[in-house]
């Protein structure tokens, strides 16, 4: 499976982004996306998911900002931002996940989100 995430930018705070994963490869065997991030210092932090039944997930951290959605015809899934504040300043990156018991199997090259005050 091959990940493209995209739409990251420069945005002030309180404004919006939406990011896009567009995958291939292998499709039939993802059985959830997620989007994560990785400011500078910090680990890699778990930001939202969907599977294949369509139920959603989402960090407390961006509940309620965020959101993700999916397009099965376009073989895609978003993560629209809103309310961005400067520290969710970091690379955002998709990952799919082949069994909803272990970690990502594969995962997209990133994009930066930086948020300015």
């Known amino acids: 499976v091959q990940l493209q995430a995209s739409g990251g930018g420069l945005v002030q705070s309180g404004g919006s982004l939406s990011l896009s994963c567009t995958y291939s490869g292998s499709i039939f065997s993802i059985n959830a996306v997620e989007w994560y991030r990785q400011a500078p210092g910090k680990q890699r932090e778990f930001l939202a998911g969907i599977i294949n039944g369509g139920q959603t997930n989402y960090a407390d951290s961006v509940k309620g900002r965020f959101t993700i959605s999916r397009d099965n015809a376009k073989n895609s899934v978003y993560l629209q931002m809103n309310s961005l504040k400067p520290e969710d300043t970091a690379v955002y990156y998709c990952?799919?996940?082949?069994?909803?018991?272990?970690?990502?199997?594969?995962w997209g090259q990133g994009t930066q989100v930086t948020v300015s005050s």
């Open positions: 990952a799919v996940r082949v069994r909803l018991w272990r970690p990502p199997d594969y």
